[in-house]
């Protein structure tokens, strides 16, 4: 294909922005329209995006603007029904995570994508990032079995306030959020899941659903992890950001910087829910279990600098780019779809299992 991509971007909050951004800017695409319920009443437009043609009804944009391919970065509630529109009419998906809010309805999007021979991206950003696929290679020497320890906590205030309490109305945090670490952890393992305990609280009376839960996951290997999430005002912003990963031969850990603020040093006091955060690694910090015969460690920990790693919106090009190239050289999406599908089922059963009140088993 050597003609431009015609893209139609649907959503324009933090991720929207930052993909249609890369549109815009990437040789290889070109945006015909940009599609928000509430688009035309939005003053907070990025001036690069400023032109392009405005539509607050999917079905009106994907009509009028004919697109190639279409970029879903709305409320996860509206994922499926876009894409499933999306698809119908020809057209390449790139979504952002997760699939969808049920298994029936993601698994009916993948169909759909493969009967149509349409290519189907989801936005599993740490996919792309040089630190985590670097923290995952040095995870899967460390013997087996691994326990996986990870999570992301979130202080909400001021924007993050409303973005996160919109966010809870379509799925809980470690929903929303999960499906990346669970990912991440069937990365590691290369096992199957067998079994997901969750445990949650409602914090937040504001919000519709509970804000704080906690996942455990137990692979077939022996291996096992946890995730942890939680949004809201209230929360702490001690170890909010782990990322470990602990085997036979040692350790391997994300060390991010986080230094100490007060209201005098910064008007904005917490930074859990500035988005750079997210992926943002420093240093990976590696331990190896290895002891001499004095059962002293034979080995010192080595620290590997991840100073020069790229920031969100570099991550967010290198997601575009590679949407592009599947679109361009057929590339075989089958691995990526299924991980979505399974990592989005994991974390849905540890929703069912805070509503059952036991352990679920995977079939």
């Given at each position: 294909?050597?003609?431009k991509v015609k893209v139609l971007v649907?959503?324009?909050?933090?991720?929207?922005?930052?993909?249609?951004?890369?549109?815009?800017?990437?040789?290889?695409?070109?945006?015909?329209?940009?599609?928000?319920?509430?688009?035309?009443?939005?003053?907070?437009?990025?001036?690069?995006?400023?032109?392009?043609?405005?539509?607050?009804?999917?079905?009106?944009?994907?009509?009028?603007?004919?697109?190639?391919?279409?970029?879903?970065?709305?409320?996860?509630?509206?994922?499926?029904?876009?894409?499933?529109?999306?698809?119908?009419?020809?057209?390449?998906?790139?979504?952002?995570?997760p699939l969808a809010t049920n298994n029936?309805?993601?698994?009916?999007?993948?169909?759909?994508?493969?009967?149509?021979?349409?290519?189907?991206?989801?936005?599993?950003?740490?996919?792309?990032?040089?630190?985590?696929?670097?923290?995952?290679?040095?995870?899967?020497?460390?013997?087996?079995?691994?326990?996986?320890?990870?999570?992301?906590?979130?202080?909400?205030?001021?924007?993050?306030?409303?973005?996160?309490?919109?966010?809870?109305?379509?799925?809980?945090?470690?929903?929303?959020?999960?499906?990346?670490?669970?990912?991440?952890?069937?990365?590691?393992?290369?096992?199957?899941?067998?079994?997901?305990?969750?445990?949650?609280?409602?914090?937040?009376?504001?919000?519709?659903?509970?804000?704080?839960?906690?996942?455990?996951?137990?692979?077939?290997?022996g291996s096992v992890g946890w995730y942890?999430?939680?949004?809201?005002?209230?929360?702490?912003?001690?170890?909010?950001?782990?990322?470990?990963?602990?085997?036979?031969?040692?350790?391997?850990?994300?060390?991010?910087?986080?230094?100490?603020?007060?209201?005098?040093?910064?008007?904005?006091?917490?930074?859990?829910?500035?988005?750079?955060?997210?992926?943002?690694?420093?240093?990976?910090?590696?331990?190896?279990?290895?002891?001499?015969?004095?059962?002293?460690?034979?080995?010192?920990?080595?620290?590997?600098?991840?100073?020069?790693?790229?920031?969100?919106?570099?991550?967010?090009?290198?997601?575009?780019?590679?949407?592009?190239?599947?679109?361009?050289?057929?590339?075989?999406?089958?691995?990526?779809?299924?991980?979505?599908?399974?990592?989005?089922?994991?974390?849905?059963?540890?929703?069912?299992?805070?509503?059952?009140?036991?352990?679920?088993?995977?079939?």
């Amino acid at each position: 294909m050597s003609d431009k991509v015609k893209v139609l971007v649907v959503g324009l909050g933090n991720m929207g922005a930052s993909h249609a951004s890369a549109y815009h800017r990437l040789d290889g695409f070109e945006i015909v329209g940009i599609m928000s319920r509430s688009i035309k009443s939005n003053t907070k437009i990025p001036a690069e995006l400023a032109g392009y043609p405005l539509y607050e009804d999917f079905d009106q944009a994907l009509k009028e603007t004919r697109p190639d391919a279409v970029s879903i970065n709305s409320w996860p509630n509206t994922h499926a029904e876009y894409a499933l529109k999306a698809i119908a009419a020809n057209c390449h998906v790139f979504m952002e995570k997760p699939l969808a809010t049920n298994n029936e309805d993601a698994e009916k999007v993948v169909a759909a994508a493969r009967a149509k021979n349409r290519k189907l991206v989801l936005g599993y950003i740490l996919r792309v990032h040089p630190s985590w696929i670097k923290f995952i290679e040095v995870g899967k020497t460390l013997g087996k079995p691994l326990v996986m320890r990870l999570n992301l906590n979130q202080q909400s205030s001021g924007s993050a306030w409303h973005w996160h309490k919109n966010l809870i109305d379509s799925l809980i945090p470690i929903v929303d959020c999960g499906v990346h670490y669970v990912d991440v952890m069937c990365q590691l393992t290369g096992a199957k899941p067998v079994r997901v305990h969750g445990i949650g609280a409602k914090l937040w009376a504001e919000a519709d659903k509970q804000n704080y839960g906690h996942l455990h996951v137990t692979f077939d290997d022996g291996s096992v992890g946890w995730y942890e999430a939680g949004w809201g005002p209230m929360m702490s912003e001690t170890a909010y950001f782990v990322k470990d990963v602990v085997g036979p031969k040692g350790a391997v850990s994300i060390v991010a910087g986080q230094q100490a603020s007060s209201a005098a040093d910064t008007a904005e006091v917490s930074n859990s829910a500035d988005i750079d955060r997210h992926t943002k690694t420093d240093a990976l910090k590696i331990h190896y279990a290895q002891v001499d015969g004095d059962k002293n460690f034979s080995k010192p920990d080595e620290i590997v600098s991840m100073e020069d790693e790229p920031g969100h919106q570099e991550l967010c090009d290198r997601e575009q780019a590679f949407f592009l190239r599947a679109i361009r050289e057929d590339l075989d999406l089958t691995e990526q779809m299924d991980a979505a599908v399974n990592s989005l089922r994991i974390v849905l059963a540890a929703e069912q299992s805070i509503a059952l009140g036991r352990t679920v088993d995977l079939a």
